[in-house]
């Protein structure tokens, strides 16, 4: 039985809260998100939210960590409980925007 990453929604961590990398996003799950705004000092002191919209827009908590990821296995399938942050949903339109600004 795997447990539902709280970045991308996939059953993919074996262990909750135990320093496991997420191959789907690769989320270090250090911490349990009480809300968007705790921060993880395992992936940078980034927020929840921050990370979530950083997965919608780029496929990874970091744009530089896509090549670091896999699509999830059979196994891992997307917890049908899951969604993200409204803030998160409101952060990636906005990075989103500013990459169409910027060419990107």
């Not at 999830?72 to 409204?86: H, Q, S, V």
Request: a negative charge; glycine letters at 6%.
């Amino acid at each position: 039985m795997y447990h539902t990453c709280f970045i991308c929604g996939y059953q993919t961590l074996p262990e909750r809260c135990d320093w496991e990398i997420c191959s789907n996003c690769f989320w270090e799950d250090d911490v349990w998100p009480n809300g968007p705004t705790i921060t993880s000092s395992a992936n940078g002191s980034m927020s929840i939210a921050q990370a979530q919209a950083n997965y919608i827009v780029y496929g990874a908590v970091l744009p530089e960590m896509v090549e670091h990821t896999r699509p999830p296995l059979p196994e891992m399938g997307k917890d049908p409980a899951w969604e993200p942050y409204p803030e998160a949903i409101q952060l990636a339109k906005r990075i989103q925007q500013q990459r169409e600004m910027h060419g990107g």
